[in-house]
């Protein structure tokens, strides 16, 4: 069964501090992944990654793509409370198939 | 461009009653996603609709059913609403083109069943 998987689930840190969050697949026919940040709202898109090692960068947040290991790592570097959020991460298959996406992670941000 | 709009935001149904949320896609794009959001169990899909048809469906009992319109417009209705039914329910809409796995969600119905 597809599934997407997401660690740590919950993580507080201190304002300045750089984090890394993990997305790691099991899906077939694998087409792209897809970053999301979530506050007390509807998810925003943060990034699309379809290519193994071809960094994507906003600001202080970047993301990478192993599509050998089947992961996808998510940084945030000077860290803000703004950043606390849950930030999701998902999986498409083929381009007519459902979004999948894994738990999130929760990310707190303390000053 | 306006963004996904959803409506009602809130809503507190009872049990046994129906309910239906109205979804308005992005201008131009054709595809729309339900998904239930929920503490526990995270963002659970529903269905998606393209071009007035239902391309996928999630896991869910037939109580929960949706349509899409030639406007691409979609609603979807829960009948016999149970406790459980209680959550946020947020709609996206993307493109069905080599851009369209990004999906962009509305706001959020917030469902309180009683």
């Known amino acids: 069964e597809d599934k997407v998987v997401q660690s740590p689930l919950s993580l507080v840190v201190h304002e300045g501090d750089t984090v890394t969050l993990n997305c790691s697949y099991e899906?077939?026919?694998?087409?792209?992944l897809l970053w999301y940040k979530q506050e007390k709202k509807a998810p925003t898109f943060l990034f699309m990654l379809t290519s193994s090692g071809i960094e994507k960068k906003s600001g202080r947040l970047s993301s990478i793509l192993d599509k050998k290991e089947l992961f996808s790592i998510l940084n945030i570097t000077a860290t803000q409370t703004g950043d606390s959020a849950i930030y999701l991460c998902?999986?498409?298959?083929?381009?007519?198939?459902?979004?999948?996406f894994g738990p999130g992670t929760s990310l707190s941000v303390i000053p | 461009k306006a963004g996904v709009t959803q409506t009602p935001r809130y809503l507190i149904k009872t049990r046994g009653q129906q309910v239906t949320l109205s979804c308005s896609p992005i201008?131009?794009?054709?595809?729309v996603s339900w998904y239930q959001q929920t503490p526990g169990q995270g963002l659970q899909f529903l269905f998606e609709?393209?071009?007035?048809?239902?391309?996928n469906k999630g896991n869910f009992p037939g109580r929960f059913s949706g349509r899409q319109f030639s406007n691409s417009r979609s609603e979807m209705n829960v009948s016999t609403l149970e406790l459980g039914d209680s959550a946020l329910y947020l709609c996206?809409?993307?493109?069905?083109?080599?851009?369209?796995?990004?999906?962009?969600f509305g706001p959020g119905t917030r469902l309180t069943v009683l």
């Open positions: 609709y393209f071009s007035e048809t239902q391309r």
């Open positions: 201008s131009g794009h054709r595809s």
């Open positions: 998902a999986v498409k298959r083929s381009s007519y198939d459902k979004v999948i």
């Open positions: 899906v077939t026919n694998f087409r792209s």
């Open positions: 996206a809409s993307s493109l069905r083109d080599r851009e369209g796995d990004t999906q962009y």
